[in-house]
Structure formats: C-alpha cells, structure tokens
C-alpha cells in the first residue's frame, strides 16, 4: 500500500496556469492548504481524489468586479452563493460601500467569508445602497477626507476608489466631480474605477483625465458615449490611453455589456485587461449570474481560453495586489487556490439588451481555497438553479 503523501490530488484535468505557462494534462497535489506538487500519477499518494477528467484546472478565479453588500444594499448579492460557491475565490467590490457604510462592509462581508474581497470604495460616503437613487446628486455627499481616512485605516482592503458617470448619478456636474476623483485617488496612491454609459461627456473627454492604472469600467456598454466611433470601430483614443496605461474591464451587468459593441470590438483585437461579471443582486440569477457564465459569453464571441485565463486570475489578482498574496496563479509552496471548470453544454445566453448568442457553457465542478473544497451551486440558469 502506497504512502499517504498528500490531502488531496486533483486528477487528469489540463491543469493550466497562465503565470507560468503551464497547459498539460497532469495531476495538482494538495498537501496543508498549499499546492504540493504539480505532476503526474500522484493520485496514489492522496488521502482523497477529485476526478478532473476533461476539466479544466486553473488558478482560483478572481473577480474584478462585483456588488457583494447584501442586506445593506439593494445592489449586493451573497458573497459565497453568488461567488465562492460559482468557482471565484477573490473578488473585487465595486464601489457598494462608502466612508460611512464601510464598516458594515467590512464586519458583513469581507470578515465572515474565506473568500478574498476587497474593494474600491464609493467616492460617495453613501456608497451604491439602491441603484435608483444617485448617491452623488448631493455632491456633498463626496466627502475626501473620510475617504482618505478609510483608505488608510484600511490598506487591505481598499485598493482603489469608484465614481460612476452616469448623468443620473452626477447630473450637470460630471467635470467637476470627475477630476475631483481623480485628484482623491492621486492623494492616497490609489486607482480610480470609472463607470462609463450615459455620461455627459465623451469618452475621449474622460479618458484625457485618467492617470496610468485607473480603469474604465464597462469597456462593451451599448449606451452612448462608448469605445466604438461611428463607424463600429474602436476610437484612436481608446488605444492611446491604453498605451500610458488606462485600463479597461469588461463588466457585464445588467445593463452593459452588449454583443453588438463587444464582436466588432473583439474582431479588431481589442479585448478587455480585466474579464469580470459586475455580479449584483439585480442580476445574479440572470442576465449575468456569475464569472463563469461570462467567460462562456467570451469564448462564445471568439476569444480563446488562453486569453480569458489571464484576465480572470493573474491580471486582476496583480492589479488588486493580490498576487502577492498567492492569488492568481499555481505556484508549488503556495496556497490551494484552485477552481476546476469544465465545458457541459451548449446554451443560448443573453446580453444586457437582450441580445443572444450560442455559447458553450463553463461550469465549476470544484473549488479549494487553502486546499479546502467548498461546496458548489448549480447554475441558476436551470430550473434547478433558481
């Protein structure tokens, strides 16, 4: 009888790690919370064996963008059913708590959960508690120092700021509170996410304001004012802030992402830096329902693997500062953050217009955060899942 050498070994999946460049079909032992060993025929060695024959084997995903403060606000969904349990081991709020509700955030979601969150705290003090209210109608409610005060008591956990430009947020003042923001993250060292769609300023009027790092979200909305010029093609402008280092995410929610922006954008090579879900308690159980159904929409446009794996674990996990934590990739000596994924059928899924496509279906058949295996939700796309 053969020496327990490991906790658990997944077994026969492509174990694919974009960090190192690894694609092969192979073994990934787990042994103490950490990644043991990455080789063939361990299975013999294990206590327990996860089969992930025809599966993929990556990196735990990391979500870029989310809405994870429920109960508090309107806009949250449940941090473990709606991530955790769907494959995502780290996440990024976006701009759901603010100076004043932060504490809450942090007692209900960013303590209780084995995930990793942290956010980008709301520019607002109000933070996004009910999307029908704009919390920066009063601009009063922009209060710098108690955002610079909750960056600073909180390094782990805020790693950034988040405005949204919607003129039902900023009304007329979308100059002022936009280079207000800006001039927030540049005192505290900090990116800006800003919500683009609706806004009463261009596109290239926004971006001329961005510093290196700060990141647009929304990159493929269908509203006015996107990335495509009027010819369906990608604005100059866009490329150039990309070049002094404006970053772009995906961000499907509910009502964003958009097939007819996302395939000529695609065709022409642009792609998001980060692929997220912008998950929320308005779409949850569709038109989004999680990270991974996005990816499938990806990959259903034409973007292989190879390119969405990076942009759901190595790229957010280093723009998060999350890579040095272990996150974001398989490293032998460093934490189990593993999600196994594996393609189970073709389905017709929805953009945020209404918009379908054909998509093959990613769906998670396991997940370990410091090599613990949590339990998995069907997809609420089924009858089963809701």
């Not at 449940?78 to 991530?83: K, L, N, R, S």
């Not at 647009?216 to 010819?231: F, Q, R, S, V």
């Not at 379908?356 to 370990?368: G, H, M, Q």
Request: hydrophobic share 40%; proline share 5%.
């Amino acid at each position: 009888m053969s020496e327990t050498r490991f906790d658990t070994v997944v077994r026969g999946g492509t174990v694919l790690d974009h960090a190192s460049g690894l694609n092969k079909v192979t073994d990934l032992a787990i042994k103490d919370g950490k990644i043991a060993e990455i080789g063939d025929d361990l299975a013999g060695s294990a206590a327990q064996v996860v089969d992930a024959t025809g599966a993929m084997v990556m990196p735990g995903l990391v979500e870029g963008h989310t809405h994870i403060f429920e109960k508090v606000s309107k806009v949250g969904a449940p941090q473990d059913e709606a991530h955790l349990r769907r494959g995502v081991v780290a996440a990024a709020d976006a701009g759901t708590a603010g100076a004043s509700t932060f504490p809450a955030f942090r007692t209900l979601v960013v303590e209780p959960t084995v995930m990793r969150i942290v956010n980008f705290l709301n520019v607002s003090v109000l933070g996004l508690i009910d999307f029908r209210y704009g919390e920066l109608i009063n601009p009063d409610t922009f209060n710098v120092e108690d955002a610079l005060k909750t960056a600073a008591d909180n390094p782990d956990v805020v790693r950034g700021f988040k405005i949204r430009l919607s003129e039902d947020v900023l009304g007329d003042r979308i100059v002022p509170l936009l280079e207000k923001a800006i001039d927030l993250g540049e005192q505290a060292g900090l990116p800006v996410m800003v919500h683009i769609g609706e806004t009463a300023l261009t596109l290239p009027e926004i971006l001329e304001r961005l510093r290196p790092g700060d990141i647009i979200a929304h990159c493929y909305t269908g509203k006015e004012n996107g990335i495509l010029d009027e010819n369906g093609a990608v604005l100059r402008e866009v490329y150039k802030a990309r070049e002094r280092g404006v970053m772009y995410d995906s961000a499907h929610g509910k009502s964003n992402m958009s097939f007819k922006v996302a395939k000529p954008a695609i065709a022409e090579g642009f792609l998001p830096d980060i692929l997220s879900s912008d998950t929320s308690g308005r779409n949850w159980r569709g038109p989004v329902f999680d990270l991974v159904t996005s990816m499938s929409k990806f990959l259903a446009l034409g973007v292989p693997m190879s390119e969405i794996l990076p942009r759901v674990t190595t790229v957010p996990a280093k723009y998060l500062g999350l890579d040095s934590e272990g996150y974001g990739s398989l490293t032998v000596g460093g934490p189990a953050h593993v999600t196994v994924l594996k393609e189970v059928d073709a389905v017709v899924l929805p953009d945020a217009a209404g918009n379908t496509i054909e998509a093959p279906r990613l769906e998670p058949t396991a997940v370990f955060v410091n090599g613990v295996s949590h339990e998995l939700t069907a997809w609420r796309g089924n009858p089963e899942g809701q």
